[in-house]
Nanobody, 125 residues
Framework: QVQLVESGGGLVQAGGSLRLSCAAS????????MGWFRQAPGKDREFVAA????????TYADSVQGRFTISNDYAKNTMYLQMNSLKPEDTAVYYC??????????????????WGQGTQVTVSS
């Protein structure tokens, strides 16, 4: 059973930055592709970013391309989402997820097998 725990959320002003962390069970990243999703109140969960099992391929939603960066630290079993130039529309609960398929990089929440509990990000205008 893969366990994922997000942290790093909080309140930030528009234009600011936050770095989210997703701590995973031992050796998760060498066996799973990973992703970040977010869900704002009253809206569906949406794709944010994904990283391949090897860590050398990433993909982003158009809305965050150029502002957010996804990365893995295999030694620490931790995935990160660096979020810069934050906007009020980035406000949401952010979730990390693990995908056991060989390629990963799915943009659908149905493509992921394990989820964290989420961390709240609030961007004030």
């Amino acid at each position: 059973q893969v366990q994922l725990v997000e942290s790093g959320g909080g309140l930030v002003q528009a234009g600011g930055s936050l770095r989210l962390s997703c701590a995973a069970s031992e050796r998760t990243f060498s066996n799973y592709a990973m992703g970040w999703f977010r869900q704002a109140p009253g809206k569906d969960r949406e794709f944010v970013a994904a990283i391949s099992r090897s860590g050398d391929i990433t993909t982003y939603a158009d809305s965050v391309q150029g502002r957010f960066t996804i990365s893995n630290d295999y030694a620490k079993n931790t995935m990160y989402l660096q979020m810069n130039s934050l906007k009020p529309e980035d406000t949401a609960v952010y979730y990390c997820a693990a995908d056991r398929t060989p390629i990963g990089l799915s943009r659908s929440s149905w493509g992921y097998d394990y989820w964290g509990q989420g961390t709240q990000v609030t961007v004030s205008s």
